[in-house]
């Protein structure tokens, strides 16, 4: 029965590539924790976003080597959205064929975005069954969120098929919330904890490092139905903010804040974006597209491309696993990431906080499994390090749990080759097998920071021992929100994709990690250990963590 069913299976798989699916390789089975409570009513309202074929991508692409590399004429020309809707706009034909598809089955409710890339439209649940073939749509709660989804692939007409990247809202539900608490007892007593101050005192931040640049805005983006406390923000800055200039109020929402208990994940990113990046503008993006039928992730990037005026900085402790996504959704993200970048926009993503990951691919047979968009070559990913000794402000060892390694998805981009066959050659003899990882892919993280042990304040009340690079990344993003201040202090262009930069500068300016390994995989082979810190770059925690005043006149001698 197993070999017949294996043989259906192949069998589906192979026909989805010619039949008209868009995602024939994405993963369509519901996770355990989501609990099915049945098929939606047929006359249940649905929101679909559709992805229109873009123009002009390797010109995107091209354009943002161009803005992004440090010793380019174009260097810091950043484009405005008219600008990169104009270069990614879909053709006249896309438009008016996905538009009459749509009209012919009474679809006529529908939003675009500047870019008009993004249509997202109304319809009822049976209508979308017949304008997607195969689709079938069910609820699924988890935690007391509800989800529509289909449990099965969709396939698009013949005619349209060429036309679109991907249909949102029929798969992809949400992952869960990441950050750890991870209680440590020790014989010796209470642990240090990491909180604003020792943050500052490891990276040199002084009193006087805070914003003070009027048009300089950060942002952190959240997408785990969580919401801030501005109670617990102000009792946060009150209680560590003490040494050094701070705001103690977010100055804008967008999006819909939940009722009830504040979230870890949104109280640590706030908290800490804010203590980090001191006295400068902060937004909040959260729970974008509360919809049951929406992709909270990309609602977010929707929106992107429907703001002329957005923060320089944005961090986000998002992620999934690589092969549960089909290629065609983030090939599309890849290019919603490089529309940022060519406009400035610097995206920062946590590692994730699973090490090197495991995927079971069969009898005593693993690989490792990289996360997206961590894997992503046009975001800056961070990974995670602790302290040495926990009881002082010493050097940073990996944090075991930070997320990197090697996509196997996203070829390694030119910035980081020398980098990353650097590591290879150094560690050859300790590396893991080349079975469990894919050596010409895009490498990560880029650069990393503490991750181990914060204090956060949530409900009003200071809780320890919140662990994850969901940390890190604020932290990191924090600082390079006060090198853009500085930067348009001096009337110089914001950093914008950082990598290029961050590459060349070759670990100039950051502490170089070189002690610890992260997790992976429990098998004979590999027993638990993924890759290993190293002198210069490695995936556990790329080039280190910042040194903030050598960074800082690092960025701004160019």
């Known amino acids: 029965m197993s070999r017949l069913l294996t043989f259906s299976i192949t069998l589906l798989l192979s026909s989805l590539a010619w039949s008209g699916y868009l995602e024939s390789d994405q993963d369509v089975l519901i996770p355990d924790a989501w609990t099915n409570v049945g098929r939606v009513n047929p006359a249940e309202e649905l929101k679909l976003t559709f992805a229109l074929k873009q123009q002009n991508i390797d010109l995107l692409e091209k354009m943002l080597k161009q803005v992004s590399d440090p010793d380019s004429a174009q260097n810091g020309k950043h484009l405005t959205l008219e600008e990169v809707s104009s270069l990614v706009r879909p053709t006249e034909l896309t438009q008016k064929v996905v538009r009459h598809w749509l009209k012919s089955h009474g679809v006529t409710n529908c939003l675009t975005v500047r870019t008009q890339d993004f249509l997202q439209c109304n319809m009822t649940a049976e209508v979308a069954q017949t304008l997607l073939p195969g ?4 609820r699924y709660i988890r935690d007391g969120h509800s989800m529509i989804r289909s449990s099965s692939p969709y396939s698009v007409h013949d005619d349209v098929h060429q036309h679109l990247d991907f249909v949102g809202g029929l798969h992809r539900l949400p992952p869960k919330a990441s950050p750890n608490r991870k209680q440590k007892h020790s014989k010796a007593g209470l642990h240090l904890g990491v909180t604003p101050p020792v943050l500052r005192a490891r990276y040199n931040l002084t009193s006087a490092d805070v914003g003070t640049a009027q048009n300089n805005i950060q942002a952190v983006a959240q997408f785990l139905e969580q919401y801030y406390s501005p109670a617990d923000l102000a009792e946060f800055m ?3 903010g003490g040494s050094f200039k701070h705001l103690s109020k977010v100055d804008r929402v967008v999006g819909t804040q939940g009722a009830g208990k504040a979230g870890i994940e949104a109280s640590l990113d706030v ?3 804010m203590s980090t990046g001191a006295n400068i503008s902060t937004w909040v993006f959260t729970n974008q597209g509360r919809h049951e039928s929406q992709e909270p992730f990309l609602q977010w990037m929707v929106l992107l491309s429907n703001m002329s ?4 900085v944005h961090t986000i402790s998002y992620g999934d696993d690589e092969d549960s996504l089909s290629t065609a959704y983030m090939m599309r993200i890849n290019a919603e990431f490089m529309k940022a970048g060519v ?33 992503s070559p046009y975001v800056t990913t961070v990974g995670g390090t602790s302290f040495k000794n926990p009881f002082k402000v010493t050097y940073e060892v990996t944090d075991y749990i930070s997320g990197g390694g090697f996509s196997n998805v996203f070829k390694m981009p030119d910035y980081q080759a020398s980098a990353v066959e650097g590591y290879l050659k150094t560690v050859a003899a300790t590396l893991p097998p080349v079975a469990y990882f894919n050596t010409s892919g895009r490498a990560y993280p880029d650069m990393a920071a ?24 604020p932290v990191v993003g924090g600082m390079l929100s006060l090198i853009n201040d500085q930067r348009l202090l001096k009337g110089r262009p914001v950093l914008g994709f950082l990598n290029p930069r961050l590459y060349k500068l070759k670990g100039q300016a950051l502490f170089d990690v070189t002690e610890g390994c992260h997790l992976s995989c429990l098998d004979e082979q590999v ?10 770059w490695d995936p556990v925690t790329g080039w280190g963590t910042p040194n903030y005043p050598e960074l800082l006149a690092a960025l701004l001698a160019e």
Request: aromatic share 14%; glycine share 12%; net charge positive.
């Open 238 to 240: 009150g209680m560590y």
């Open 309 to 312: 005026d957005l923060p320089w």
């Open 271 to 273: 908290e800490y974006i």
């Open 135 to 138: 689709s079938n749509f069910h």
């Open 343 to 375: 406009r400035g926009i610097s995206l920062l993503f946590a590692s994730g906080d699973s090490g090197a990951g495991c995927k079971h691919l069969g009898k005593d047979q693993n690989s490792f499994r990289p996360s997206f968009p961590a894997s």
């Open 527 to 536: 027993q638990g250990k993924g890759f290993c810190a190293a002198p210069s």
């Open 450 to 473: 503490l991750s181990d042990n914060y204090w956060v304040v949530i409900n009003r009340v200071p809780v320890p021992w919140v662990s994850g690079t969901s940390a890190s990344t």
